[in-house]
């Protein structure tokens, strides 16, 4: 009996140790009533989970919204989402949300807050299990309080709102100084990021030009666009941010079918940074803990192990010169 004992110790130990060398943990459970067990798969899926992010943007006209957003998606697998490309497309693919919204443009109208809540929520409803940032949408409380009643019944609520706080003095310095190359995108800043040669892109060589929109009298009309249209938005967002969802056992459930949820809370992160690379720094960080299931791109990753290499060739080659 007692060689017995000792030979199924033994399996035990050698079972560890090969786990331990081929770098699994063998998993460990407390005893648990078995209804508790027999949702355990499912428990621990949901709790070592993090949650997605599904995150909006504010900020002021020229703040550096689509600098940070580029940062991001670059960065990070998530997806980025524009109304205006996603309304774009709809017409163009001819869809039934498409068609009625090429009906009340051709007429001049405005698009009313729900067929513009469907041109969104067509593309968001099938990103259950992605992270995504959504730009131009909402740009009213309506649309907000729409988009927030419609994600709370598909279970994808929104977890990350961003505004981007930047001095209205300047943004007004930053867009004076701002040249762009409009077949890329590219943006330059005469104050921080010049081109190599004035007036010319780095990549083409071919001249740059001005926005119509970045001088001082049409930024202080969008400012006064921007402050009535969004403070009220991050009021509302702000409110969502202070409170946490709570859930309460049923009455009837014994104790040992309780459940355990997380509250349904939003992160309010506000920027205040002058310049976007120190925002860049405050976002990313702040994303990194509150979403730490966040992959990097592949070609990050790539790049990143790549240049350790590197690194770790070199200090070899180095030692080996000093030995």
Do not use: C
Request: hydrophobic fraction near 35%; charged fraction near 25%; aromatic fraction near 8%.
């Amino acid at each position: 009996m007692l060689s017995l004992r000792t030979a199924q110790v033994d399996k035990r130990a050698v079972r560890k140790s090969f786990f331990r060398e081929i770098g699994y943990s063998v998993p460990s459970r407390r005893a648990l009533p078995f209804s508790l067990n027999a949702k355990a798969l499912s428990d621990d899926h949901e709790h070592d989970s993090s949650p997605f992010l599904r995150m909006l943007m504010f900020g002021k006209p020229g703040a550096g919204k689509g600098t940070l957003s580029a940062r991001l998606v670059d960065k990070y697998d998530i997806l980025s989402l524009s109304s205006g490309d996603l309304l774009r497309q709809h017409i163009a693919e001819g869809t039934e949300v498409g068609r009625e919204a090429e009906e009340t443009v051709a007429r001049g109208g405005l698009l009313p807050d729900e067929v513009m809540l469907k041109v969104i929520t067509s593309n968001l409803d099938s990103l259950h299990n992605k992270h995504w940032i959504l730009d131009g949408f909402p740009r009213t409380l309506g649309q907000a309080k729409l988009l927030d009643h419609h994600l709370k019944k598909k279970n994808t609520s929104l977890t990350f709102v961003v505004n981007i706080d930047v001095p209205d003095e300047i943004i007004l310095s930053r867009i004076s100084d701002r040249w762009i190359h409009l077949p890329s995108g590219r943006v330059y800043n005469m104050s921080y990021n010049p081109p190599k040669m004035e007036g010319y892109d780095d990549i083409t060589g071919e001249p740059l030009t001005k926005r119509p929109d970045d001088n001082p009298e049409v930024f202080t009309r969008r400012l006064t666009q921007f402050y009535a249209s969004t403070s009220p938005l991050l009021n509302y967002y702000t409110q969502a941010a202070k409170s946490t969802t709570t859930h309460t056992r049923n009455s009837h459930q014994h104790p040992h079918q309780l459940t355990f949820h997380r509250p349904e809370k939003v992160v309010l992160k506000t920027l205040e940074g002058a310049t976007s690379d120190e925002n860049w720094l405050v976002l990313d960080r702040a994303i990194r803990f509150a979403f730490p299931a966040l992959k990097e791109r592949s070609s990050l990753r790539d790049r990143r192990r790549s240049d350790l290499n590197d690194a770790i060739f070199t200090d070899q080659v180095g030692a080996g010169l000093q030995s």
